[in-house]
Structures are given as structure tokens and as C-alpha cells.
């Protein structure tokens, strides 16, 4: 373990400014959340439902990323950058053209959108004024995404942290504003958060085009190369992106059904689940940030094709996970009574999120090992389409239907179904522990091209 540090140094180096990212993306969420709902159950309620639509397109445009990254990372390691630039150029494009569609929709008929979530008018005529502003971040936000992504595929990772940073600034202190009318400006309430988060994310695409055009020198992007084409590169990005663009849609669509049992619980369950979701997300940072970086590390290896370091890398890397979990899990348990004192909750929903943050401290050390090891080495190394089939069977063939038994047939208590909605996070490290170290996820998934740059 202690060889091979240039691994540790890496990985620490790539997987830090991911967590930090993480941490400030949750932050804004918070800051947003709190200013709207300031202003009354109808405007949060409004911001909420169209932040159903970003979600969607959040997972599409995190599908499509992590896609690129499976891909552009080996090519990147085999020193092929013209096809990484191609690469980027074919997301990009994919994810305009949905970015565009989605923009058309919530602008011209937001009415009919909106009303897919909610039967409520006074919700969909508060939605509508945040809908017909924030609409217009579809198109920023999705190539700001790919861009960060695509330096991802290179190790170029403070960016994504420095325009986190920026975001934060920017769209609290233009919150602040715009919704209350502070510093001489209009009270605009709802109109005044989606004016505030399309700045932001303005503000986010300039900063991450001119990183791209003048400063990084690795990959070195230029407009000319978003025309390239390469019909070899879309057939690949899509054989094998596409098995991690529908996980992520299946994982989200998993995640809908979970919360539709949660919310059958009684109000104490669902108040206790969403604030041990919260705490959870902000203490488990480090755990994805690491699965991220382990991705890029891995897909740049086997790109190399360099298979001793391979093997070598996976193996220690597997402890590094566990120790990541390990730590994760105590530091959840230690501090879930005193991140309680900070809610004014009743007896009943504060001994639930207790139960279920106990609950969390045990299976956070599975997912650190069994994600990690599967979308972080596994997908990664070129296995795509046993990540997304590992994850269908798990979900919808035993976590679903256990944890609708245990809520609708048997009653148990909220943490029992809470633990089987979670179940999966420990039962899938038998699955990851031997494929990882079977080794026959390792495929080269690059091409030779006559056009290619060394």
C-alpha cells in the first residue's frame, strides 16, 4: 500500500476538488432553498416544480458525461487528443440539440409541462413565472457540463471547483437582490431567483470557454473542433455510452420510485429521510469524489495499455475505497446527534433520523466499495453494460419490490424500509469484489485512426 505513490497523490488530487465541488453545489441548493421559501409555500413549491425539469436534464447531461469520460479518458491515456476533442464535439452536440427541445417546451407551453407534476393552478401560475427565465439555463448549463467532463477525461479537475465557487457567489449575493429588492433593485420575488441562476450560469459558460480557448494547454479545444466528425467515434460513444447514459436515467427514475415509498410513510418519515438524504449528501463527499477520480485514473491506464499497473492500481485501489467508507461511516455516526440539535423536530421524527442516519453510517462503507469499484474501475475500464444490468437486477428485482413488502404488506417500521431501499449499497460488494478482481472488465475501447495526434 504504501508503493505507488504517485497514485495516492493523483487520486487525491483529482478526487478533493470533485468533493469540494460537491459541497458548494449542495450549498447553493441550500442558499436557494432558504431565500425562496421565505417568501411562502406557493413560491417554493413553484421553484420546486420546475426544478423537477433541471433534475431530468441534469441526469441526461451527467449520463452523457460520464459517457465521454469512459471513452475520452483511454484515448486521452493513449495520447490520442484529436479524438477526445471529436468526442467532445459529439456530446456537445447531442446535448444542445436536447438542451434546445426542452427550452422550446417549458417557453411556449409551460403550462402543459409544468401540469405533468401537479393538478395545483396557484403552483403552476408561481411555477410559470420562474419557468419562463430559468428555461433559458438549459443551453448554458449542459455545454458549461460536457466542457468540465471533457477536461475530467484529461485530469483537469479545479476548474469544475472554481466555477462551483463562482456559481455560489454570484447566485446567493444575486438572490439576496433580486428577490427582496436590497441595494436600490425591484422586489421580484421567484423572477428574481431564476434571474439570479441564469447569470450564474452565463457567468459559469464564459469562464469555462475562456479556460478552454486561452489557458489549459493539455487539451487545447478550439471551435473548429466541434465540426469534426468521425463516424467510428459516434457508433463507439454510443455501443458503449449509452449502457452509462440509461443507468444514470434508470438510477433516477430508481430514486423517484424510493421517494413515492417514503412519502406513504407519514409526514415524521418523510421529514426524517430528508434530512438524513441531506446530511447523508454533504458527508459523502469524499466518497464519490473518489469514484470519480478512480475513473479517470483507471480509463487513462487501460488507455495506456499498460495491464501490470492496471492490475496494480485496482488492487490497492480497492483498499483506498473500503478506508474512504470506513471513515465516511464514523463520521456519520459520531456526528448525527449534534446535526440533529440543529432541527426543531418532534420526538417521533427525531428518533427516526436517528435510526435511519444509523442506518446510513453502515451501508455508506458498501457503497463506497461497491460503487467505486464498479462505475469507478469496472465502467470505467470499458465494462459498461454489466454496471447498467448489475444495477437493474439489484434495483427493480430486489430493493423495490423488498422494500414494498416491508412498507405495504408487512408495516414494519420506517427504518426497516429505509435499510432494505439501501440494501443493495451492501449486497452488490459481493458482485464488485469479484468481478473487479476477475480483471475481465479490462477493454480497450480505442481505435486507430491515420489522423490522430500523439
Not at 462503507?365 to 454496471?387: D, E, K, N, P
Request: proline content about 1%; aromatic content about 12%.
Amino acid at each position: 500500500m504504501v508503493s505507488d505513490k504517485d497514485l495516492y497523490k493523483r487520486l487525491f488530487t483529482l478526487a478533493l476538488p470533485i468533493a469540494l465541488q460537491n459541497i458548494i453545489s449542495y450549498a447553493v441548493g441550500l442558499a436557494d432553498n432558504v431565500m425562496v421559501g421565505s417568501l411562502g409555500e406557493m413560491s417554493i413549491s413553484g421553484v420546486y416544480l420546475c426544478n423537477q425539469i433541471q433534475v431530468m436534464l441534469q441526469m441526461l447531461v451527467a449520463g452523457f458525461g460520464a459517457a465521454m469520460v469512459v471513452l475520452g479518458a483511454q484515448y486521452w491515456g493513449k495520447g490520442d487528443s484529436k479524438s477526445v476533442k471529436t468526442l467532445v464535439g459529439i456530446a456537445l452536440k447531442i446535448v444542445s440539440v436536447f438542451a434546445v427541445t426542452l427550452w422550446v417546451l417549458v417557453f411556449f407551453f409551460p403550462e402543459q409541462v409544468l401540469g405533468l407534476f401537479t393538478e395545483d393552478r396557484q403552483v403552476i401560475a408561481e411555477a410559470v413565472k420562474y419557468a419562463k427565465i430559468i428555461c433559458f439555463t438549459y443551453i448554458f448549463f449542459c455545454i458549461s457540463n460536457v466542457l468540465v467532463a471533457s477536461l475530467r477525461c484529461i485530469g483537469t479537475v479545479r476548474i469544475g471547483l472554481y466555477l462551483s465557487i463562482v456559481s455560489f457567489l454570484m447566485n446567493v449575493f444575486l438572490n439576496w437582490v433580486l428577490i427582496f429588492g436590497n441595494l436600490g433593485a425591484p422586489a421580484l420575488g421567484v423572477r428574481g431567483a431564476a434571474i439570479a441562476t441564469l447569470a450564474s450560469r452565463i457567468a459559469e459558460f464564459v469562464i469555462v470557454v475562456v479556460y478552454m480557448r486561452f489557458v489549459d494547454n493539455k487539451l487545447k479545444m478550439r471551435l473548429i473542433d466541434l465540426y469534426h466528425n468521425n463516424m467510428t467515434l459516434l457508433k463507439d460513444f454510443f455501443r458503449y455510452g449509452f449502457p452509462v447514459i440509461l443507468g444514470d436515467i434508470l438510477w433516477g427514475l430508481n430514486l423517484s420510485v424510493q421517494g413515492a415509498i417514503v412519502g406513504r410513510l407519514g409526514a415524521a418519515s418523510i421529514a426524517a429521510v430528508s434530512i438524513a438524504n441531506n446530511v447523508f449528501s454533504m458527508i459523502s463527499v469524499g466518497v464519490y469524489g473518489t469514484a470519480n477520480a478512480s475513473a479517470v485514473i483507471i480509463g487513462n491506464t487501460v488507455g495506456e495499455g499498460d495491464l501490470d499497473k492496471i492490475k496494480r492500481y485496482t488492487k490497492k485501489l480497492q483498499f483506498v475505497f473500503l478506508g474512504v467508507g470506513i471513515c465516511t461511516g464514523m463520521l456519520m455516526f459520531i456526528l448525527k446527534d449534534y446535526i440533529l440539535l440543529l432541527y426543531d423536530l418532534t420526538d417521533e421524527t427525531l428518533q427516526i433520523a436517528r435510526a435511519l442516519m444509523t442506518v446510513l453510517s453502515v451501508t455508506v462503507v458498501g457503497t463506497a466499495y461497491q460503487m467505486s469499484s464498479l462505475t469507478g474501475i469496472v465502467r470505467a475500464g470499458g465494462s459498461t453494460h454489466f454496471v447498467l444490468i448489475n444495477d437493474a437486477i439489484f434495483v427493480w428485482l430486489v430493493v423495490i419490490p423488498l422494500s414494498l413488502i416491508m412498507a405495504f404488506v408487512v408495516g414494519a417500521p420506517t427504518w426497516v424500509v429505509y435499510l432494505c431501499l439501501k440494501i443493495d449499497q451492501i449486497l452488490k460488494c459481493a458482485v464488485a469484489v469479484v468481478k473487479v478482481n476477475r480483471f475481465d472488465w479490462i477493454k480497450k475501447l480505442t481505435k486507430e485512426f491515420k489522423t490522430a495526434e500523439a
